[in-house]
């Protein structure tokens, strides 16, 4: 198997010893990562399949998104995605249930939830 060169960067999402973060400790237990991209949402229950949504952020456990589908909190929903990766695109298929929905939190659509059930590189 070749070696994997190091990346030119890193992030960390430690925050500085001493900042009012590391006072108060956050109750997620994954760190969140901005990602404001186009999304597809399919919410099987509501016949809702492909619609298109805006990702605002994503973590390991789950994700935040805009989208003109509000399911109820514990409906299972699917995204659908692509974001590059060492210069190719890479395919994000992953789903769960709603944890939370904010009615109409940026214009007609809601913010939704999500807490990943399921993920997978590639489509399904």
Same mark, same amino acid.
């Given at each position: 198997?070749? &070696? !994997?060169?190091?990346?030119?960067?890193?992030? *960390?999402? /430690? @925050?500085?010893? %001493?900042?009012?973060?590391?006072?108060?400790? /956050?109750?997620? +237990?994954? *760190? +969140? !990562?901005?990602?404001?991209?186009?999304?597809?949402?399919?919410? =099987?229950?509501?016949?809702?399949?492909?619609?298109?949504?805006?990702?605002?952020?994503?973590?390991? %456990?789950?994700?935040?998104?805009?989208? @003109?589908?509000?399911?109820?909190?514990? =409906?299972?929903?699917?995204? /659908?995605?692509?974001?590059?990766? =060492?210069?190719?695109?890479?395919?994000?298929?992953?789903?769960?249930?709603?944890?939370?929905? &904010?009615?109409?939190?940026?214009?007609?659509?809601? %913010?939704?939830?999500?807490?990943?059930?399921?993920?997978?590189? %590639?489509?399904?």
């Amino acid at each position: 198997m070749p &070696e !994997v060169p190091n990346p030119p960067f890193s992030v *960390s999402f /430690d @925050p500085p010893l %001493g900042s009012a973060m590391r006072q108060q400790p /956050d109750a997620r +237990r994954f *760190s +969140r !990562v901005q990602l404001p991209i186009p999304v597809e949402v399919s919410c =099987t229950p509501l016949r809702c399949f492909r619609q298109p949504a805006h990702l605002r952020n994503v973590s390991a %456990g789950g994700a935040f998104l805009y989208s @003109p589908v509000a399911p109820p909190v514990g =409906t299972v929903m699917k995204l /659908d995605f692509a974001v590059q990766v =060492t210069g190719r695109e890479v395919q994000i298929s992953c789903e769960g249930p709603v944890v939370r929905v &904010e009615p109409q939190s940026q214009g007609e659509q809601a %913010g939704v939830a999500i807490e990943f059930s399921k993920l997978n590189l %590639g489509a399904w």
